[in-house]
C-alpha cells in the first residue's frame, strides 16, 4: 500500500512565500513521475507542475516563474516552492504520484495516487 502525505500548507500573505511537501511511503523503488495538483474554492482540480525521476520538470502557465518543483528520488519525496503568492493560489494542494515501481520485484502498479491535500489561504 502507498501512502502519500503532504505537508507545509497554511495562510500567507499575498506576496509572501511557502514549502509544501509529500513523502511517499511503502514497498517503493522508484516513481516516474510526481506531482501536485490544486482545486481552487468551487472550482474544478488543476495541474500545478510534475517532475520525473530524471528532473523533467512541467509547470502550469499560471504559476511559471513563481512555484518551483523538486524531488529527491532517495526518499521519494516532492516538494513545491511557491514564492509571490496570489489570493488566486488559494486552494487545497493535492500531491501526486502517477504510477509505482516496487521494490523486489520491479511490478509496475499504474495506479494514479494522491494525497490528502493541504489548504493553502493567501490573504491579507
Known amino acids: 500500500q502507498v501512502q502519500l502525505v503532504e505537508s507545509g500548507g497554511g495562510l500567507v500573505q499575498p506576496g509572501g512565500s511557502l514549502r509544501l511537501s509529500c513523502a511517499a511511503s511503502?514497498?517503493?523503488?522508484?516513481?516516474?513521475?510526481m506531482g501536485w495538483y490544486r482545486q481552487p474554492p468551487g472550482k474544478e482540480r488543476e495541474l500545478v507542475a510534475t517532475?520525473?525521476?530524471?528532473?523533467?520538470?512541467n509547470y502550469a502557465d499560471s504559476v511559471m516563474g513563481r512555484f518551483t518543483i523538486s524531488r529527491d528520488n532517495a526518499k521519494n519525496t516532492v516538494y513545491l516552492q511557491m514564492n509571490s503568492l496570489k489570493p488566486e493560489d488559494t486552494a487545497v494542494y493535492y500531491c501526486?504520484?502517477?504510477?509505482?515501481?516496487?521494490?523486489?520485484?520491479?511490478?509496475?502498479?499504474?495506479?494514479?495516487?494522491w494525497g490528502k491535500g493541504t489548504l493553502v489561504t493567501v490573504s491579507s
Open positions: 501526486n504520484a502517477n504510477g509505482i515501481y516496487y521494490s523486489g520485484s520491479y511490478y509496475y502498479d499504474g495506479t494514479n495516487y
Open positions: 517532475i520525473t525521476s530524471g528532473l523533467i520538470t
Open positions: 511503502g514497498n517503493i523503488f522508484s516513481i516516474p513521475t
